[in-house]
């Protein structure tokens, strides 16, 4: 039986892909739990410093699988509870960038915007498609998306269910890069590898922390944490390198967390 999520490291950057091509990487508790077990494993390799997630074949991710909803519907599914939410991505301390291929439906939009930055091809197929099947925006995406593109964006796309272009999802500020599908975990990979050459991992995983955290305080109180935290940094041997390799025009070589 093939790996549900294939996994590949190179030059600092782990890439994880879910891998059930023929099922457009529909959603299954197994797939989660391996892909949730890969990031966790990502998360404590020092030779990890960012993560990319992507799908095999036409689809990142078409939601959950319909065979699982067929037995909810029907009384007969038996899950198996896993601790770790669908937000687990937010937790962790290294940056996880999605490379949105295809299909990214329903759940496959919550795994994609949970993400820390999301590329997506041009001519990818996005929907939150919930009220087109009778459920609600799940695992936090009532949360998510008013705060990415507002309201009324949100609204429009949650409450219609529409498809939409991953061009239109750049528009609309919902992901970070909209790029040509031939072109995109190639820019993806490019980027998580920059962020693994010039960004302190420390650093990173304190930010991840602040922007995360920080949509629900106030200003006063994010900047009262930011000034703790900037004094934390100065002692950290980051700052001494970071300053070190400005000064003498080299690449940093910043410790591993």
Known sequence: MPELVLSSIDQGVRTLTFNRPERLNAWTEAMGRRYFDLLQEADDDPAVRAVVVTGAGKGFCAGADFQTLAAIQNGEHRAEPDERPNTFPISLRKPVVAAVNGACAGLGMVHALVCD???????????TAFARRGLIAEYGLSWIMPRLIGQARAMDLLLSGRTFSGAEAGALGLVSRSVPGERLVEEATA????????????SMAVMKRQIWGDWNETLDDATATAKRLMVESFKRPDFAEGVASFLERRAPGFPAL
């Open 191 to 202: 980027y998580a590898r920059e962020l693994a050459v010039h960004s302190s991992p420390a």
């Open 117 to 127: 930055v999301v590329f997506t091809a041009d001519d990818a197929k996005w929907t």
